[in-house]
């Protein structure tokens, strides 16, 4: 007897009958890109007239960065070092959060955490964005990414556009796009 693989269901001139539009709306960050700017940043730090003779020093743990040094002002030059490094490898700063600073002796150490993925908050407010915009799509949160289905292409794309012009704290990519 013949083994009888399924493909899904029945196509008609190539295209599937039931298969709607849809996108993953997704906020990552390219690890290997952070890492890059870390580095950029402790090669620029080397290399500063304003940090010479100071112990000053920028790490990536696992999910956040820590910038340490003496002063509080130096902390955030570190950080405005990292940023530039960060945005000229294309990567969103609105992903790193500073959080809390530690004081240990003469020295000061900040924080950063990386965004990764959409917290509940924010893929809910992304929903209602959706919703009270009226375009005819259906969006469901599947974990820390939203899953878009609509019946038009085009009113998808008109969500992707809404979605990156709003300003909800935190970068978004696109992905998964399927016709």
């Known amino acids: 007897m013949d083994s009888f693989a399924y493909n899904g269901p029945i196509t008609f001139n190539g295209k599937k009958e039931n298969a709607m539009p849809s996108f993953d709306i997704v906020s990552e960050i390219d690890m290997n890109q952070a890492k890059n700017a870390v580095e950029?940043?402790?090669?620029?730090?080397?290399?500063?007239?304003?940090?010479?003779?100071?112990?000053?020093?920028?790490?990536?743990?696992?999910?956040?960065?820590?910038?340490?040094?003496?002063?509080?002002?130096?902390?955030?030059?570190?950080?405005?070092?990292?940023?530039?490094?960060?945005?000229?490898?294309?990567?969103?700063?609105?992903?790193?959060?500073?959080?809390?600073?530690?004081?240990?002796?003469?020295?000061?150490?900040?924080?950063i955490t990386i965004k990764q993925g959409i917290d509940k908050e924010i893929a809910k407010k992304v929903v209602k964005l959706v919703k009270d915009s009226g375009i005819k799509v259906q969006v469901a949160i599947q974990g820390e990414e939203l899953r878009v289905t609509g019946k038009k292409r085009d009113d998808l794309q008109e969500v992707m556009q809404l979605v990156r012009t709003s300003d909800l704290g935190q970068p978004f990519q696109f992905k998964n796009f399927r016709d």
Request: no cysteine.
């Open 40 to 111: 950029n940043a402790k090669r620029e730090l080397e290399t500063r007239f304003d940090f010479r003779g100071v112990d000053a020093k920028i790490e990536l743990n696992k999910d956040h960065i820590e910038l340490t040094a003496e002063a509080d002002q130096q902390v955030m030059q570190l950080f405005d070092i990292f940023a530039t490094k960060a945005s000229k490898l294309q990567l969103d700063v609105s992903s790193f959060k500073i959080e809390k600073e530690d004081r240990h002796g003469k020295f000061i150490t900040r924080h």
